[in-house]
């Protein structure tokens, strides 16, 4: 990722894909202190194949001394010095320009960059209190307890004190509630459960498109197997498929008798076992979809072979 310096304060900031600078903090990624900046002055933004900038004030931009036209695209190159105003005003030097990467800026010294590929929990793998991944079109995702939302370059993510700022490689569409209509994986999904009798042994076959493989016994298995129940149940009193499968979280976690932290963490490794098995499925990332206070298995058909008979009510069991 493209990074620029700030000679006089010691700054570095790490370049959105369309970064503007400006003397209004609110409305430019990068505020300007130099009275002569214009509210909107420049831009740098990444092409596809190299970062330009463009002046947008009549009070001037320049580089390495020069000043540009207003409005013209001008290619940067490494080691490139900007001022914005006037040549008195505080310079810039470019770093690098590598090419965009998603990735979590920290807004605090002690937190490092994160480099987003797969699935990332935050603030840790221990306590996976937010889930971030591609959904099936590409699109980055933060999954949290308040939902499941669409992210855009500026956005913060973090719980309390460790929060991070989310830089896309590509420009995005503003965040968005991501609609069930989104969250259908890309290929036909299948889930087939191999469960003990006394249920402390619960193994899975996943099928995507015309792939079947073998996820054998894990212990996460065992809350999608409760999950796919309620799938079932709910397909039997002729609900939507939209509404299918749903259990409050807290009733979730009363039936598997963990924390919600422990859920998160079961979750968290099955989206692993998913990539290292489907790495070209990211769309498998949404398999177990959220929404506010509730969670559910989303997939296209599911068999369960063994097990307890006659359970009733998952639901009303937990509640009961």
């Known amino acids: 990722m493209a990074t620029i310096l700030n000679a006089k304060t010691g700054i570095v900031t790490t370049l959105m894909t369309y970064h503007t600078f400006g003397r209004h903090s609110n409305s430019n990624n990068t505020a300007l202190s130099n009275p002569d900046a214009s509210r909107f002055h420049a831009a740098i933004y990444w092409d596809g194949e190299h970062w330009q900038l463009m002046g947008k004030s009549t009070n001037g931009t320049y580089i390495d001394g020069r000043r540009v036209q207003e409005d013209s695209v001008n290619r940067l190159k490494k080691a490139d010095t900007l001022h914005f105003g006037n040549l008195q005003s505080d310079k810039w030097e470019l770093l690098d320009l590598d090419p965009p990467e998603s990735m979590l800026i920290p807004l605090s010294s002690e937190l490092k960059i994160i480099k ?102 894990r212990t996460h298995h065992y809350p999608l197997l409760l999950l796919a129940r309620q799938c079932l149940e709910d397909e039997t009193k002729a609900l939507s498929k939209g ?53 559910r298995l989303n997939c296209d058909h599911i068999e369960i072979e063994g097990g307890l008979q006659n359970i009733p009510s998952l639901v009303s069991q937990a509640t009961n």
């Not at 989104?182 to 290929?187: F, G, K, N």
């Not at 979280?249 to 998160?264: Q, R």
């Open 116 to 217: 987003l590929s797969g699935v990332v929990v935050l603030p840790s793998e221990e306590s996976p209190q937010i889930s971030l991944y591609l959904s099936a079109d590409g699109q980055w995702v933060c999954e949290s307890e308040s939902g499941t939302n669409l992210l855009k370059s500026g956005d913060l993510v973090g719980i309390q004190n460790k929060i991070w700022r989310f830089v896309d490689a590509e420009p995005s569409i503003s965040t968005q509630v991501l609609d069930e209509s989104r969250q259908v994986p890309e290929s036909e999904t299948g889930f087939y459960f191999k469960v003990s009798q006394n249920e402390e042994h619960v193994s899975l076959k996943l099928k995507v498109g015309l792939r079947v493989i073998d996820l054998e016994e």
């Open 243 to 295: 509404e299918q499968g749903w259990i409050d979280k807290g009733v979730f976690s009363e039936m598997l008798g963990l924390s919600d932290n422990h859920i998160n963490i079961l979750i968290y490794r099955f989206r692993k076992q998913c990539l290292v098995n489907f790495p070209d499925s990211i769309g498998l990332n949404q398999i177990v979809e959220r929404r506010v206070g509730e969670i």
